[in-house]
């Protein structure tokens, strides 16, 4: 069986960092491309940070969080992680990790077939 777990979402105040965790089982890990992605309420999901599989040599950002977020992988823990520095208001969502099978990055969410079941983020000004 398939499991994502998230963890490291709280509540911080704006300018701080938060670092989220996501551990795998059930899959080979270094076989899967992983994203972060983000749903506030009333919004669609969106990514927030793509990385490729094995070497995690390609990672994807787009403007809203570039040069402030950054994701790693470590295949020996089954873990990506998402490093957030200079949260904003505007971070606060609900933030998911997502597998997809093969090498490259995606931005889109029906790239991805397995998802978490997510960790709050709440940045207050």
Known sequence: QVQLVESGGGLVQ????????????GLT?????????????????DIVAA????????????????GRFTISRDNAKNTVYLQMNSLKPEDTAVYFCAARWGSGTSASEYQYNRWGQGTQVTVSS
């Open 51 to 66: 990385i490729s599989w094995r070497d995690g040599g390609t990672t994807y950002y787009p403007d809203s969080v570039k």
């Open 14 to 25: 704006a300018g701080a960092s938060l670092r989220l965790s996501c551990a795998s089982s």
């Open 29 to 45: 890990f270094s076989n899967y491309a992983m994203g972060w992605f983000r749903q506030a309420p009333g919004k669609e999901r």
